[in-house]
């Protein structure tokens, strides 16, 4: 069974210009999550997907960012304008089932620097 | 609010040493407690989890307890290996107001020297 995948792995993008990461959960899993790591500090929520519904946006952290995950499949995440403090490895996780047995599966992660 | 607190690394350890990585939290309710570890190169992997007090989580000779009472889940083992040198990750959820976010710590970097 494949993993969590993301696309790039890597990418580097100038101040002002535009980024979209995107996340290709396990086949099967409704629950998408998207986190991120900046400047080697904790990794911090950013938004909760059940299917195509955003379920939870609360650690978004201004409306340069732009998710969506239409069919309710892969999702991607748009910057737009990327500034300097957006830089930082960007995870997705995915998994089947929310409750108390719920385990998250991550990605490797998008390493974003924005210069 | 909710929280995770773990020890800053880095860690330096020899081969066969003991490992203590220490975690504390602070959370609303009955949280569930994970270790999630990142090799180089990869993405974080669940290492181990506990989801109510006085549990013991264990995965390839790492063990952690979540310790209600003083409100730890620290990581150890007992004899360490070059290949673990990861950077480990201290984990909550919390089913507070019915999200399901995971709350970590900002990670602690292990290198062991042969």
């Known amino acids: 069974e494949a993993g969590v995948t993301q696309f790039p792995s890597h990418s580097v993008i100038e101040k002002g210009q535009t980024v979209t990461l995107r996340c290709d959960p396990i086949s099967g899993h409704d629950n998408l999550y998207w986190y991120r790591r900046v400047m080697g500090k904790e990794i911090k929520f950013l938004l909760h997907f059940v299917k195509e519904s955003k379920q939870d946006e609360s650690g978004m952290p201004n409306n340069r960012f732009l998710a969506e995950r239409t069919g309710g499949t892969y999702s991607t995440l748009k910057v737009q304008p990327a500034e300097l403090e957006d830089s930082g490895v960007y995870f997705c996780a995915s998994s089947p089932i929310a409750g108390l047995q719920e385990t998250q599966y991550f990605g490797p992660g998008t390493r974003l620097l924005v210069l | 609010g909710n929280s995770v607190t773990q020890m800053e690394g880095p860690v330096t350890l020899s081969e066969e040493a003991f490992l203590t990585i220490n975690c504390t939290y602070t959370a609303t309710g009955y949280p569930s407690l994970f270790w999630y570890v990142q090799y180089p190169g990869e993405g974080l992997q669940l290492l181990l989890k506990?989801?109510?007090?006085?549990d013991k989580g264990s995965n390839k000779g790492f063990e952690a307890t979540y310790r209600k009472e003083t409100t730890s889940f620290h990581l150890e083992k007992g004899s360490v290996q070059v290949s673990d040198s990861a950077v480990y990750f201290c984990a909550l959820r919390t089913f507070s107001g019915g999200y399901n976010k995971l709350i970590f710590g900002a990670g602690t970097r292990l290198a062991v020297h042969p």
């Open positions: 506990a989801t109510k007090a006085d």
